[in-house]
């Protein structure tokens, strides 16, 4: 089975700063977009930022120039530094793996992490 393991989600300052890891771990073959959504409360869920196996990101329109979304393919692991941290950034983060071939030419799959807490609050 694949698992999607999120940590570094906390409580941080206005203007702070954060960074999430995402490990998928289990049998994988390749995966081909790794990412970050978010939900906050009373709203629906939407996109933080996203990786291709390639290095190609796009970023939600709240976060781009605030945060930045890296891979390490090797390791099957997302990051997510959140810089210039705002109380609407305030949401539980969900880490995902998109398009994930569990052997070659397997079917593509997509998983999801349990989510972790961010929350920007003085």
């Known amino acids: 089975q694949v698992q999607l393991v999120e940590s570094g989600g906390g409580l941080v300052q206005p203007g702070g700063s954060l960074r999430l890891s995402c490990a998928a771990s289990g049998s994988i073959f390749s995966i081909r977009a790794m990412g970050w959504h978010r939900q906050a409360p009373g709203k629906s869920r939407e996109l933080v930022a996203d990786?291709?196996?390639?290095?190609?990101?796009t970023y939600g329109d709240s976060v781009g120039g605030r945060f930045t979304i890296s891979r390490d393919n090797a390791k099957n692991t997302v990051y997510l530094q959140m810089n210039s941290l705002k109380p609407e950034d305030t949401a539980v983060y969900y880490c995902y793996a998109s398009g994930l071939r569990k052997v070659s030419g397997g079917p593509w799959e997509d998983y999801w992490g349990q989510g972790t807490q961010v929350t920007v609050s003085s």
């Open positions: 990786i291709t196996s390639t290095g190609l990101t």
